[in-house]
């Protein structure tokens, strides 16, 4: 992913490609092909059926709409846990609450625990129960977490594909918007090493007049505080200021990179 911006094209369809969806039991054949329409709308390519009752069939394939190379992908399971075995984090669709439904997330929730997990190239998967009775307590258990739609309308009735579809959206609007976190800072102790061998090099070319030292080193510190060096940056200076003591030790000398010295 882009250190400084949201995820490109290209990186939003690697991540998504991560993401496994997962139907169980699925009832009503035209509701496969609406998942397979939504899935690649929303870039995810991985569809897998545990035990159907539907078929993959001429209703499936009319609803699919131009998704049909989704259905055609798609694979089979037994049962549950095959099709969950490779991922790291695995979320459940429920509409039921009690003492054995708990981790309740909403969509937008769930999709930031994904983020991280997908954008890091781990795999993860979203699992959806069938349309009359939904994940039994069983596969429920499967699942890490559980994501849940209330609108707060009183009215809460989705088709399996509805719910998909905003399960997905969420995903993949974070993904989308992911800034990664900015890489870890330089310790103080590394930096203040740093300094000190800048300082020496400094005052090696005369950069650094003698009778106000300090004065130009504080205004060298501000000015690389600011820039809020990570520890490998901080190895690229000392790195530079290595080899340009070595190139001033050894005039005329060709240039030879540091990790090639001392080699045959």
Not at 37 to 44: A, D, E
């Amino acid at each position: 992913m882009e250190e400084h911006g949201p995820a490109s094209r290209p990186e939003l369809l690697q991540a998504l490609g991560r993401l496994r969806v997962v139907l169980v039991d699925t009832k009503f054949s035209p509701n496969l092909g609406a998942m397979a329409r939504i899935l690649k709308n929303l870039g995810v390519a991985d569809l897998r059926l545990v035990h159907p009752r539907a078929e993959l069939n001429k209703e499936a394939y009319t609803m699919a709409l131009g998704a049909s190379d989704v259905l055609d992908r798609a694979r089979f399971h037994a049962r549950l846990p095959e099709a969950l075995a490779d991922c790291g984090l695995v979320i459940g669709a429920s509409r039921r609450h009690g003492v054995k439904r708990r981790n309740l997330l909403s969509p937008r929730r769930a999709a930031e625990m994904l983020r991280p997990v997908l954008a890091a190239g781990e795999k993860a998967a979203v699992v959806f129960g069938s349309e009359d009775v939904g994940l039994s307590n069983d596969e429920a258990a499967l699942c890490h977490w559980l994501v849940s739609i209330h609108p707060g309308t009183g009215f809460e009735s989705l088709n399996l594909s509805h719910a998909a579809a905003i399960v997905l959206w969420e995903i993949n609007q974070a993904i989308r918007e992911w800034h990664p976190p900015p890489p870890r800072l330089a310790s103080s102790r590394n930096l203040e090493n740093m300094f000190q061998h800048l300082e020496q090099m400094l005052r090696l070319i005369g950069f650094i007049q003698e009778q106000d030292p300090r004065r130009m080193m504080l205004s060298v510190r501000h000015l690389l505080h600011r820039a809020g060096l990570s520890e490998r940056e901080v190895k690229i200076i000392r790195g530079i200021l290595r080899q340009t003591k070595w190139k001033m030790d050894h005039p005329g000398q060709e240039v030879i990179h540091p990790r090639l010295r001392g080699r045959g």
